[in-house]
């Protein structure tokens, strides 16, 4: 089993910065990725970033490409959301999700933390 606590979330004003952290516990070594999602209210769940937990590659949105930056600590089992140049279509719901090796979904996420940026 594998457990992810997001944390980081909060109030920001339009082109301000925040930093989402996801802790990872358990069963690290049976980890292929770490993704971010976000939902805003009244749309869909939408896929933001990833990272693979050994080689650190990453890919992103394009809403955020330029903007946002994933990263892991694997000292700490930490995946980071860098958020930059925020704008209130980022407002939402940010979950980080884990992937098992031999799963092609995402099996294990948290409960989210919130993310409004003010205009």
């Given at each position: 089993?594998?457990?992810?606590?997001?944390?980081?979330?909060?109030?920001?004003?339009?082109?301000?910065?925040?930093?989402?952290?996801?802790?990872?516990?358990?069963?690290?070594?049976?980890?292929?990725?770490?993704?971010?999602?976000?939902?805003?209210?009244?749309?869909?769940?939408?896929?933001?970033?990833?990272?693979?937990?050994?080689?650190?590659?990453?890919?992103?949105?394009?809403?955020?490409?330029?903007?946002?930056?994933?990263?892991?600590?694997?000292?700490?089992?930490?995946?980071?959301?860098?958020?930059?140049?925020?704008?209130?279509?980022?407002?939402?719901?940010?979950?980080?999700?884990?992937k098992h090796r031999f799963s092609?979904?995402?099996?294990?996420?948290?409960?989210?933390?919130?993310?409004?940026?003010?205009?």
């Amino acid at each position: 089993q594998v457990q992810v606590v997001e944390s980081g979330g909060g109030l920001v004003q339009a082109g301000g910065s925040l930093r989402l952290s996801c802790a990872v516990s358990g069963r690290t070594d049976t980890i292929y990725n770490i993704a971010w999602f976000r939902q805003a209210p009244e749309k869909e769940h939408e896929f933001v970033a990833a990272i693979t937990w050994s080689g650190g590659s990453t890919t992103y949105a394009d809403s955020v490409k330029g903007r946002f930056t994933i990263s892991r600590d694997n000292v700490k089992n930490t995946v980071y959301l860098q958020m930059n140049t925020l704008n209130s279509e980022d407002t939402a719901v940010y979950s980080c999700a884990a992937k098992h090796r031999f799963s092609a979904n995402y099996g294990y996420w948290g409960q989210g933390t919130q993310v409004t940026v003010s205009s």
